[in-house]
């Protein structure tokens, strides 16, 4: 009696317990939530995505950070969907099982999970030192760096969903390896490739560590590859860090800004894979 | 020349699909492998590159910069000791504070929460997973780090003993910035991606080992503990691995309230430097070559200290994918 007790008891104390962790956990994340729209929100107007960022003490807005981020991001995407895809289609397809492929695979999930510091410092030293000068080029090159493990990781998975009769179908009909695999399977695979690109997206797009010594940052609103340009992380770092109140202000709001981007990138991609499995 | 219907010897001409080795096909081949070896060539880059950049240091400095905690870019004189070690603490600090909460929320949401609520809970801290740390930074500068210091740091400070150890333990500056708070945040930051991977790990254990167990009339705390837990043994360290490996290397939720002192941290309230936010603050305005050698190799360690955590953690994972 004494035992069929206890163990009652320490059944309910352990579901209480688990209970309450999904609680705390839950809290922590509604309350960061919950500042970053309150202190947010105020300050979204249409200055913020027309003008530039200001000095102290006078208006502006973050135009130049919000162009400097599309402008590397969609670089960096450009990049690491060309990368990211064929070299997920030859581990999925042509060379996963041999021992370089599970190098090459083992190595992607290191770079997938690398503190993304270092890849700006590896960008750095590979096209900042030699060409003497912070660029958008080598922020954009950064955010590759970053994406493309994403990308190659998703499209390996989604590939090797596809059903193998599809590939000895098109086979069959003596169709070439490189044509099933480009007519038939990635189409078939659409939709998933599309969500990895967006994961990937989503990531680099509130990426600050690799910009800060490749793009570096830019007060003024610049599109020219070759010169230092601002983006919304970076500006957010430096606005937050600063010691004037109304910086801090626009730190918020880009911080919001971002989180909403990230937030509806991740859900845009989910509901694709959700659609696409259901069809 | 009305002969051409007639079959021949020759080979018909390559449809614009047929197989065999066509031209096409050996480029796409090629491009595949290529990109292929560029992964493993960026990596080897990053690995190189840190090396070449760190080796002023590594020479004039030697083992010393593993050691000194002496960072004083006025002298030249750099050791690595305070920024490793504050790496280190926060890092495993983070993990303890995380760890049980994840598992928490993982098994509530798995075994006990009922399905209706458990899915939007589940895609939330999945969606959470994927906010920018700087954004965690700067709630745990402008909200955390006042809040920690006037209602956690200042009354135990007020209230420690001079001379006891509570007082040892709790003395720094009260201004929320100190390797406690950073490994919180760290800690918040590294919560829902472990919670959402614990999840995915306890959704895949075969549901008739869960009946067995409770049709042997086990209560749910003993199926968890004696048949859950240990069924996803390897998995679980695998995910506290990756985990670990998120949180040594993260730069912006750190950077923002790690309070960035080179000494070594000698209290819970201290402040403190982690390898990254070092790069991140003194990297861009480093004084002279000496310096960005030493940022650089301050690098290399914490890509050596990451990689061999990540090889743990995908060898204890084998070949799932997170």
Not at chain 1, 48 to 67: C, H, K, R, V
Not at chain 2, 138 to 143: A, E, H, K, P, S
């Amino acid at each position: 009696m004494d035992r069929t007790l206890y163990r009652r008891i320490s059944n309910i104390v352990f579901v209480v317990l688990t209970a309450a962790a999904t609680l705390v956990a839950l809290t922590a994340l509604v309350l960061i939530l919950w500042s970053l729209v309150s202190k947010g929100i105020g300050g979204i107007d249409s200055k913020i995505f027309t003008m530039t960022q200001p000095a102290p003490g006078s208006e502006g807005g973050l135009s130049n950070a919000i162009m400097g981020s599309l402008i590397m991001c969609g670089l960096g995407m450009a990049m690491a969907l060309v990368v990211g895809i064929l070299a997920g289609t030859w581990l999925s397809e042509y060379g996963g099982n041999t021992p370089y492929g599970h190098v090459v695979r083992f190595l992607n999930d290191v770079l997938l999970s690398a503190p993304s510091i270092l890849i700006g410092l590896f960008v750095y030293e590979l096209l900042v030192r030699p060409f003497h000068g912070f660029s958008a080029w080598a922020g954009g090159v950064a955010l590759a760096i970053i994406a493309t493990p994403i990308v190659t990781r998703t499209t390996e998975d989604i590939l090797n969903l596809q059903p193998s009769a599809l590939r000895e179908a098109g086979m069959a009909l003596g169709a070439a390896r490189s044509f099933v695999i480009r007519k038939i399977i990635w189409k078939a695979a659409r939709a998933g490739l599309v969500t990895g690109g967006l994961l990937g997206f989503a990531r680099i797009s509130g990426e600050t560590a690799p910009l800060l010594f490749t793009a570096l940052g830019n007060q003024f609103f610049s599109t020219s590859l070759t010169q230092p340009m601002a983006s919304l992380p970076t500006t957010i770092f430096q606005f937050a860090l600063s010691a004037y109140e109304d910086w801090q202000r626009l730190a918020w709001v880009g911080a919001l800004l971002i989180a909403i981007a990230v937030l509806s990138i991740n859900i845009i991609g989910r509901i694709i894979a959700r659609e696409a499995r259901r069809s | 020349m009305a002969s051409a219907a007639l079959p021949t010897d020759e080979p018909p001409a390559a449809s614009r699909f047929a197989a065999g080795k066509s031209m096409g096909e050996t480029i796409f081949h090629a491009a595949c492998l290529a990109s292929a070896t560029l992964l493993l060539a960026t990596l080897s880059g990053v690995v190189i590159s840190l090396a070449i950049g760190g080796w002023p240091a590594f020479q004039q400095f030697g083992f010393g910069f593993l050691t000194s905690s002496e960072w004083n870019p006025v002298t030249e004189v750099y050791g690595a000791a305070g920024p490793i070690v504050g790496t280190l603490v926060t890092a495993f600090m983070s993990l303890v504070i995380a760890l049980p909460l994840a598992l928490g929320v993982a098994v509530f949401l798995v075994e006990f929460c009922p399905r209706s609520i458990s899915r939007p809970i589940a895609i939330a801290v999945e969606l959470l997973a994927g906010i920018p740390s700087i954004v965690y930074g700067m709630w745990g500068l402008f909200v955390l780090a006042p809040w920690f210091a006037e209602h956690v740091q200042l009354p135990l400070i007020m209230e420690a003993e001079p001379g006891s150890w509570q007082d040892k333990l709790f003395a720094g500056v009260p201004n929320g910035a100190n390797i406690f708070t950073a490994s919180l945040i760290l800690a918040v930051m590294i919560l829902p991606y472990m919670a959402a991977v614990f999840r995915e790990l306890f959704l895949t254990i075969p549901p008739q080992l869960r009946e067995a167990a409770y049709g042997l009339g086990c209560t749910p705390f003993e199926v968890i503990r004696s048949v859950v837990i240990p069924y996803v043994k390897r998995g679980i360290v695998g995910v506290v691995m990756l985990g670990l490996g998120r949180a040594l290397g993260e730069t912006m939720a750190v950077t923002f309230i790690i309070g960035n002192a080179h000494t070594f941290p000698d209290s819970l309230f201290a402040s403190g430097s982690t390898i990254a936010s070092t790069i991140a603050n003194e990297f861009a305005e480093a004084t002279s070559d000496m310096h960005s050698a030493a940022l650089v190799a301050l690098g290399l360690v914490l890509f050596l200290i990451t990689f061999g955590v990540l090889a743990i953690a995908r060898a204890l994972l084998g070949g799932q994918k997170y």
